[in-house]
Structure formats: structure tokens, C-alpha cells
């Protein structure tokens, strides 16, 4: 009774192979050949005279030792060879020496310990061969949008489930800024690496990469995936700000139009998704002025001047479209030098009103440096964008204290007095 029941166990781990995911039936029943020939090798000492016969699909193997026969008395290895005797009373009476007998051999007979060397033996490969499939299959889809379902978050990460249980992680630094999950929610990313470590494989995915701003349009708009339009580049600020060149292989497609939709209907899902980030879709031109130009909108420039060899562009604008083409915290112009190439120094046109004013970085001595870099984020760059700015709207824009600003006035003030 006990070999029944264990022949039952070892069907019942058949059964339970065959729901592994990522891996073949082929490949299944070449691991569990090889397991039992392992297991068998050792008891045995060889394992080049064992037949074993898998089905998997049923649960059952069949295992035949091809034994030598030799006269009575002169078998030398028990594992190889067979006495004429014994040949003929294991149901085989005209076998004649030197021929090949066949046994069949019952696993189950070898006990509890054996059925239990040789599922550890199963699970530990099955479990090398998942993760090797894992991997492959992963590894191949870096860059492709997912989807996952928040499992569990910690304070340096996230851990998502796909659709198959496959775990992903999302590292807090590849996290939106503002982004806050809920066990269960589901939330889009981009598989952007996959690990295999001391047969550790770690799937890390992210949200503030520029391809899943790039794989999202994609989603969003047929027209990309379909190969009408092309996005040529992308620069981005995760949770701020993001710009985009596209262009059309069609001369009927207006490319910014499709990208942003009826309404904006299209662009609004991307912006939901990314947090409210403002994202500026561009037409890409090959003119290299024209592109500086539009990469700085929605700044109007009056001209500009390109140093092609150090991939500089200086650009003047009037006093005040210098706010815009900056942006809040810079983030424009940023944005701008990145998607070009060029590194960008906006100044003011030479206009005869202007001659005289001043940039606000050559008061370092006198104002604090932070002081100065706040005033900038609100788009005064020289002292006449301050002075042209009443005292009450400059302390509101700036959150800057009474005192901070009448200094800063007073300062600024004296130097045109002189």
C-alpha cells in the first residue's frame, strides 16, 4: 500500500509541473529525465544502462535497467549485469548468456528518501529553468509599456504584478514625483531593466524615463503607432514639464494637431497620467534656428546667433519674453537646451530703450545669490523686469519677506540713480 501511495505522490508532483508558466513540455520532460537519471546515477553508479519513459500528461514514468547475462555465479557488478538464473525466472526462460535482459525498476521501491531527493532535485531545476524563461522573456520587452497592480509599496519602492504574477519593482526614484499608489490600483509604466543577479531576477520598471512618456503617445495616438508620425525626441522633467518634436510622413496629418486632439482630448489622458505634467508638442524641423525657436516657445525671439562648433545658441529676445523663454525654475530653457543640443544664453535685444539695464547676477555682492535666483524663477532676469514690477505683486510672485524685497528695491533703485 505504501508504493501505491507514493507512486500516487509522484503523479500528483507531475501534475503540479505542468502548471508552471514559461516553460515548455518539452523542455519539462527533458528536466525530469534528467532528475530521475541524476537520482538514479547516484544509486546506481551509472546511469548509461537506464531507460526512463516520461508522460507527463498522465503523470506516469516507466524506468527499464538493461542488464547483461552472464553465466551463474559470475556477475561481477549487480547494477550491470544479471545471472542466467535470475534472467530466466524474471520472465524471460529462453534468454541465453550474453544477451540483453530487461527489468522494469519501481521507483517507489526505493523508499521515502529517494521519492524525496528527487523532488527536491525537480523543484530546485524548474525553479532555474522559471526564472531563466522569465528572464529571456523580459528581457526582450525593455522599453515596452506594462501595466501592473499594486501589490505592496515601501518607502524606497513598489512592488507590481502583472496579469501572470510576474513581479516588478518600482524604485522611488523611478517614481512621479506626487505619485501615490494604493494596494490594488493599477498604474502604467516602462520595463526599463531587467537583472539576473546570483539567479535573482529583478524586474524594475519606471515612470519618469522618457520612454514611457514616448510609449504612452503611443497608446494615446494611432496615428503614431501606426508610423504616420514620428517623435524625433523627447525631454523631460518628470511631474514639471516635458517637450516633444514630432513630425508627419503624411502631408495631410497635421502632427501637433493629432498628438493633442479634438479638445486636447488626446494629450489630456498622458498629462492624467504623468501628474499634470505640461507637455509641449513641437514641430520638428531641420533648420537648426527654427527648432531653437520653437523649442523655446512660447517665448517669441527677435534673433539668434549659433556657434555650430561649440553647439552654442545665443538668443535675444525683448525684455519681456526673457520670463518665458527661461520659464519657472528654468525649466523651459532646460527643457529646450536639452531637446537641441545647444547649450542656450538668452539675452535681452539690443534695443536703445534697454541699452542701459542691468542683469540682475551682476548684484551678487549686494543681493544674496538665492535672492536673485527666486527672483528669476518669476521672470525678472534685469533690474528693470524687478523695478517694473510693483513692491506688493513682487512680494505675492515671489514669497519673498517685506523687508527682502524694499532692500532688493532700494538697491536696484540707487544704481540707476547714479
Not at 514625483?177 to 539576473?196: L, M, S, T
Request: proline fraction near 3%.
Amino acid at each position: 500500500m505504501a508504493k501505491k501511495e507514493e507512486t500516487t505522490s509522484l503523479v500528483e508532483q507531475f501534475a503540479d509541473f505542468q502548471q508552471f508558466k514559461h516553460i515548455d513540455k518539452a523542455t519539462m520532460i527533458s528536466v525530469l529525465e534528467e532528475s530521475f537519471r541524476n537520482v538514479l546515477a547516484k544509486m546506481f553508479g551509472t546511469d548509461e544502462n537506464l531507460d526512463v519513459i516520461l508522460n507527463p500528461d498522465k503523470g506516469d514514468v516507466q524506468i527499464f535497467q538493461n542488464l547483461e547475462v552472464v553465466p551463474d555465479g559470475e556477475v561481477s557488478n549487480p547494477y550491470t549485469q544479471i545471472s542466467l538464473s535470475d534472467a530466466r525466472a524474471d520472465q524471460n526462460p529462453d534468454v541465453q548468456v550474453g544477451d540483453e535482459h530487461t527489468r522494469e525498476i519501481i521507483f517507489a521501491d526505493f523508499g521515502r528518501r529517494a521519492i524525496l531527493t528527487l523532488r527536491q532535485t525537480l523543484q530546485s531545476k524548474i525553479l532555474d529553468l522559471q526564472k531563466e524563461a522569465i528572464y529571456a522573456q523580459f528581457k526582450g520587452r525593455e522599453g515596452e509599456l506594462v501595466l501592473g497592480e499594486v501589490y505592496q509599496t515601501w518607502s524606497k519602492e513598489t512592488l507590481l504584478l502583472d496579469s501572470e504574477d510576474n513581479e516588478m519593482i518600482l524604485p522611488k526614484s523611478e517614481a512621479i514625483p506626487g505619485d501615490f499608489f494604493r494596494k490594488g490600483e493599477n498604474i502604467r509604466a516602462v520595463i526599463q531593466k531587467v537583472e539576473n543577479k546570483n539567479n535573482n531576477i529583478r524586474i524594475t520598471v519606471s515612470r519618469t524615463s522618457e520612454e514611457f512618456l514616448r510609449r504612452l503617445f503611443e497608446l494615446e495616438v494611432p496615428e503614431i503607432n501606426d508610423g504616420l508620425i514620428n517623435i524625433r525626441a523627447v525631454a523631460r522633467i518628470p511631474g514639471e514639464r516635458a517637450k516633444i518634436p514630432v513630425e508627419s510622413y503624411d502631408d495631410h496629418i497635421d502632427p501637433v494637431g493629432a498628438c493633442v486632439g479634438v479638445k486636447g482630448s488626446r494629450i489630456h489622458g498622458i498629462v492624467r497620467e504623468l501628474r499634470n505634467e505640461n507637455i509641449d508638442v513641437i514641430n520638428y524641423t531641420t533648420n537648426t534656428e527654427l527648432f531653437i525657436q520653437r523649442a523655446l516657445s512660447p517665448a517669441k525671439i527677435t534673433s539668434i546667433r549659433l556657434n555650430e562648433n561649440d553647439k552654442k545658441a545665443e538668443v535675444f529676445l525683448r525684455p519681456e519674453e526673457v520670463p518665458l523663454a527661461i520659464g519657472k525654475g528654468a525649466l523651459n530653457i532646460k527643457l529646450a537646451s536639452k531637446l537641441t543640443g545647444y547649450v542656450i544664453d538668452v539675452y535681452r535685444d539690443n534695443g536703445d530703450e534697454f541699452n542701459d539695464d542691468i542683469y540682475l547676477d551682476e548684484f551678487k555682492d549686494e543681493i544674496d545669490p538665492w535672492v536673485i535666483e527666486t527672483l528669476k524663477n518669476i521672470g525678472c532676469v534685469t533690474a528693470k523686469n524687478v523695478l517694473a514690477m510693483s513692491r506688493e505683486l513682487i512680494i505675492e510672485k515671489a514669497d519673498l519677506e517685506e523687508s527682502t524685497v524694499d532692500s532688493v528695491l532700494s538697491i536696484l533703485k540707487s544704481e540707476f540713480e547714479e
